[in-house]
């Protein structure tokens, strides 16, 4: 079984990013930050719901995450070969797309992301900061060498941050949730995602990176 019929050959590293932007606490009381509960939601014919018309926490916070995060995969030292560099950054990425259009789509909407239910720029850059999420799953996951029989707490610990990233995603405007949406759910798809992310990394350790 080779590497190649698992996934293609990728000519260019993905260089994106991802992490927790943290603002001084000051920031809470500041215009920048759209409390949940200040919220208005307008809505235009086309039925397209509008949330905010400003740029303020939630696209600062995504234009950090990207250069923190770009640095971040940058400064790291080398672990990986770059077809599986870009692979494990392709992970999140992915992984973003695929929930993120499956529960945010009709008939049923699950939450909108940033300011309106529209697909915008900033939409797809907020997917593209799942990618050094996933790399430094991956990587730390190899650094420390996880056992198997030490993945189930590996894969908890991620998916309580996951969420806390997510709350606070949601608090400063990203995430709307809706139809009864919460974190709860995105805990099980944490739980679920990060231990299909642990077999993937047993598949790549067991064959290997082959040359074609």
């Known amino acids: ?5 698992y996934f293609p050959k990728v000519e260019s590293i993905v260089l994106c990013s991802y992490v927790c932007g943290i603002y001084s606490l000051s920031m809470v009381d500041s215009p920048l930050v759209c409390l949940p509960g200040k919220r208005r939601i307008q809505k235009n014919m086309n039925g397209i719901r ?3 018309h400003n740029f303020n926490a939630n696209e ?7 250069i923190v995060g770009t640095l971040v995969v940058l400064k790291l030292p080398k672990r990986f070969t770059n077809k599986t560099t870009c692979v494990y950054l392709l992970c999140g990425v992915f992984t973003g797309f695929f929930f993120d259009h499956i529960l945010s789509v009709l008939p049923v909407s ?3 992301i940033n300011d309106n239910s ?4 900033m939409d797809f850059l907020s997917h ?3 990618a050094p999420f996933s790399y430094l799953f991956f990587y730390i996951y190899d650094f420390f060498n996880i056992k198997p029989n030490l993945s189930l707490l590996f894969i908890l610990g991620w998916a309580f941050i996951s969420v806390g990233i997510e709350l606070f995603s949601e608090y400063i405007g990203i995430f709307h949730y809706q139809n009864g949406y919460n974190s709860y759910y995105s805990f099980v798809i944490y739980l679920v995602v990060q231990s299909l992310w642990v077999r993937f990394y047993r598949i790549i350790k067991a064959y290997g990176e082959k040359q074609f």
């Open 60 to 66: 600062w916070f995504i234009v950090i995450s990207l």
């Open 50 to 52: 509008y949330y905010d």
């Open 118 to 121: 529209s697909f915008q720029l």
């Open 110 to 112: 699950y939450y909108d």
């Open 128 to 130: 593209v900061m799942y």
């Open 1 to 5: 079984m080779d590497w190649p019929h």
